[in-house]
């Protein structure tokens, strides 16, 4: 039996060739030897070990004599390395739990917030045509300033495709929310099924040529007819129990039928635009009630335009063609509209089309960077406090021959041994730390973990940085000992660092625990400045109630509904409405020109269906006019004061009887104070609100206080009766404005945890700094005591230190603490200040913390009997 020929070879080409004839020989014997001793597997083991410590040690530049047969044990040194480093840990094993526990947590958590940032950095990028596709959207230039949607016309895509053929793929889509889909049952009621928070769209076929999908069934070619549709394998499952469903019918939110053409492989969670059922295009009018014929001016931000560029047409190339583009298609735009593309790489994003805040992911990329560094701090104290105890160790390994690289990389491994242990630990913890991501947090910062060569890359790096990092420092301070001094027992503090190294890394510990303590004090107050701050509008026992997402809603079904409703005695008032409460995520802006005016006016404000009883309803208060008269049509019009401002006018009441040009001729007959329309990162814009009952979608109901449970199940009792094809989905208003803000939750969720494991780390490594203490004083702590030191004053031998050190940290944390903070706050337009008091907090907490940490072994050293302190040494 031979031993292995890649090992052989992996030896020539690291060693070096003066002694690799004899090395070979004598492993080759050893070789032997163990495999007469065991098997195969045992010797071939033993033979790996043996080359991998010879390339190891050339790799390290030793002496050519260490390659000599008299030094054959090299490998064995680098076992004897971890030998020796294992029985430290255990000798030493209340410090070697304090730096596990510490690296393993940091590590952990580090890897955690890669694996998120990674997600969100990986979104979309399986297409390949990523870079070069691009989403057209609709930019408004307004003297406030530039906003964009990313919505553009109906009618865009066929004008951009007729007038530059020279795009290589172009795709128009059209979103819709919560598809509801019957399967027909040849008896009985339908089956029904709802993808809540999923979307649904309409696409052309040349979609499936910009973005790439994997067919299980069928393909998209025929979705250029009417009343064709593509289904995940998911949904085909849910619906039919099998992916084998081509030329299955389904009907698609009550309006459209239509046959199962194509059954796509779902995808991982690595996409933005996740629809779970897709029509095509051309079943839309049906869908809509009307034909696609709109002009420029009408733009929803749910028709979406998706094109992919080669060198015939580049996004340079439509930068200057689209003012011409502009003027011909909408001419009385040219000033204020623009078309511009966004590239994929930037929508996931691009917080203007309600993308994820970039800022928030690379926030918690450097608290994954502190923590590992809190960790790091942690090891060096600790090691460097432990440099005394270990000094005539150091001084015997010299005087018996060792060289300091051969001490250094010694305590490296002992370094390595820890940080893998600790490692092995941390991947624990992630695989619990992503459980309860995916239980706890949604939306932006949800993700999907796959171990792949980046994973396995960024775990061995950040290993390698912790090895380095914990370990550098503390390596070069031990091999550093004169044998003379070492063996003598003379090596003082100040030849190990002594305090002033350490108090400058507790200082730096204790500033990051402090700032993510700042960082989790400004989220927490934010958050409940917008959970309380007053919108202008009611709030409180409102529910919402969803109506069939249809062309044209069916007046008479509403109205029987409302008698319905009104009939339960908790119900107090009804409003129909197309968005619900006044503040939503819905927008939809038009451009209006005011009475006698020219021009359009240079703003574009949003428009609101709403019914008569709206403003009663939700607590709108007029300043000037009257309200809505009752109308299935629009005829009047409130606006807001914003409004009013925008056309120059001081005095609300002189817009009273003036006409609205906007689709129709609309009369204002009041003014409305204003409310918060948008979420508190915007501010009031300008609106009208009219009638129109064929658009409205939500019924808003004001209850009493009492049984919510009993009266939402009469409710969709109700419900099922005068819509029976469709889903009874209701909602309470102040559970939807909080979802407004989902990314500022889940992000105050994640400070809040991390900031925890940092003072988690940091409290480790205080105890361990104070146990290190308390047994360094102990002679120290006995003379006190008998020459009559009280236990406050022991108490205060080891709690002055660490109170000078706090003040130090928050001097450095403040400012920089203060600076992070402002920034995240100006993505709100109302926004909490960040005084004093806040930093205080931060102050009173790190030092309430720290107490608790130091006083347990500090008051158990202050007690302890002087008589048997002063008899050890």
């Keep these: 039996m031979k031993p292995p020929r890649f090992a052989d070879h992996l030896l020539k080409r690291f060693c070096s060739p003066d002694h690799l004839e004899e090395v070979l020989g004598d492993l080759h014997e050893e070789f032997a030897y163990q495999l007469r001793r065991g098997s195969e597997w045992r010797a071939r083991g033993r033979y790996w070990w043996d080359v991998l410590g010879f390339v190891l040690s050339f790799a390290l530049k030793r002496r050519s004599t260490e390659y000599s047969t008299t030094h054959l044990t090299n490998p064995m040194m680098i076992r004897n390395y971890f030998k020796i480093a294992s029985r430290n ?119 499936f040529k910009i973005f790439d999908y994997e067919w299980l069934a069928g393909g998209p070619t025929e979705l250029t007819q009417p009343n064709t549709v593509v289904v995940s394998a998911e949904n085909a499952t849910k619906y039919f129990g099998s992916t084998q469903v081509i030329g299955k019918l389904i009907k698609i939110n009550a309006t459209l039928n239509a046959r199962i053409v194509g059954v796509f492989k779902d995808y991982r969670d690595n996409t933005d635009f996740a629809y779970t059922i897709m029509a095509s295009w051309a079943s839309l009018p049906e869908f809509r009630g009307h034909p696609l014929n709109e002009d420029f001016d009408n733009i929803d931000s749910g028709t979406q335009c998706f094109v992919s560029l080669n060198n015939h047409f580049t996004q340079a190339d439509w930068n200057r063609q689209m003012p011409a583009f502009v003027k011909k298609y909408k001419p009385h735009g040219v000033k204020d509209t623009r078309f511009p593309m966004q590239p994929l790489r930037d929508i996931h994003f691009s917080t203007d089309t309600g993308g994820v805040n970039q800022g928030l992911i690379w926030s918690l990329f450097a608290i994954g960077i502190f923590l590992l560094i809190t960790a790091s701090i942690n090891f060096v104290n600790l090691a460097t406090a432990q440099a005394l105890n270990r000094s005539r160790e150091v001084g015997v390994r010299k005087v018996l021959g060792s060289t300091r690289g051969q001490l250094f990389w010694q305590f490296i491994g002992e370094t390595a041994l820890l940080t893998l242990t ?96 700042v960082g989790m004090i400004v989220v927490a107050n934010q958050l409940q400045y917008i959970q309380t701050k007053d919108l202008g509008f009611r709030q409180n026992a409102i529910l919402t109630v969803r109506l069939p997402l249809l062309p044209k809603q069916d007046i008479g079904k509403m109205e029987n509904f409302r008698h319905r409703v009104m009939a339960i005695p908790e119900v107090e008032k009804l409003s129909y409405s197309m968005s619900g409460p006044p503040q939503t995520g819905w927008i939809s802006q038009t451009i209006i020109k005011f009475d006698n005016r020219p021009e359009p006016e240079k703003f574009t404000p949003q428009q609101k269906h709403v019914d008569a009883a709206y403003v009663d309803l939700y607590g709108l208060k007029l300043v000037a006019g009257r309200n809505l008269q009752p109308a299935d049509t629009s005829r009047e019009a409130l606006v807001n004061e914003t409004f009013v401002r925008q056309l120059g006018i001081s005095d609300p009441a002189q817009v009273v009887g003036k006409i609205l040009h906007s689709s129709r001729k609309l009369e204002i007959v009041g003014v409305v104070k204003d409310f918060n329309e948008r979420d508190l990162r915007n501010g009031i814009g300008p609106l009208f609100m009219t009638t129109r009952a064929t658009n409205y979608f939500i019924a ?114 403040t400012p920089v603490a203060w600076w992070v903070m402002t920034h995240w706050l100006q993505d709100f337009t109302y926004k909490i200040d960040i005084g004093p008091g806040i930093f205080g907090i931060a102050l009173l907490a790190t030092v309430v913390v720290a107490a608790v940490t130091v006083s347990f072994q500090s008051i158990k050293a202050a007690l302890m009997n002087p008589v048997k302190s002063l008899r050890s040494e």
């Design 422 to 517: 600790s490692t092995g630990i941390a991947l624990l913890l992630f695989q619990l730390g992503q459980q309860l991501v995916q239980e706890y947090l949604h939306g932006a910062f949800r993700f999907t973990f796959y171990f792949d060569p980046s994973v396995i890359g960024w775990l061995v790096l950040m290993v390698a940085g912790v090895i380095f990092l914990s370990g550098f420092y503390p390596a070069l301070v031990l091999t550093g000992f004169k044998p003379a001094l070492a063996l003598a027992g003379r090596i003082t503090s100040r030849q190990v660092g002594g305090f002033s190294v350490r108090r400058s890394l507790v200082v730096a510990q204790f500033a990051i625990s402090q700032m993510l303590i």
């Design 89 to 207: 840990l255990v000798k030493n094993r209340t410090y070697a739990l304090i730096n596990v526990t510490g690296l393993a947590l940091g590590i952990g958590a580090a890897l955690l917030i890669f694996a998120l940032v990674r997600y969100h950095y990986a979104i979309d990028k399986h297409h390949l045509k990523y870079e070069s596709i691009y989403r057209v959207t609709t930019q408004f230039v307004t003297p406030e300033g530039n906003f964009s949607i990313t919505g553009v016309p109906y009618q865009l895509g066929k004008a951009l495709k007729n007038d530059h053929p020279d795009i290589e793929n172009l795709a128009m889509v059209d979103l819709y929310y919560d598809p509801i889909v019957a399967i027909p049952a040849a008896s009985g009621p339908d089956r029904k099924f709802k993808d809540a928070h999923r979307m649904g769209a309409f696409v052309q076929p040349s979609y």
């Design 700 to 813: 808003s109901l004001q209850l009493h206080n009492g049984n919510f449970e009993r009266v939402i199940h009469q409710l969709e009792k109700e419900y099922s009766q005068v819509y029976p094809d469709s889903y009874f989905t209701a909602q309470f208003v102040d559970e939807q404005l909080q979802e407004n803000y989902s990314q500022e939750q889940t992000m105050a969720k994640l400070v809040n945890f991390f900031a925890g494991i940092a003072v988690v780390i940091g409290c480790l490594g205080l105890y361990g700094l104070v146990l290190f203490m308390a047994a360094q004083k102990t002679k120290e702590i006995g003379v006190r005591k008998v020459l009559g030191a009280s236990i406050s004053n022991i108490l205060w031998l080891f709690g002055k230190e660490f109170a000078r050190l706090i003040i130090v940290a928050f001097a450095v944390a």
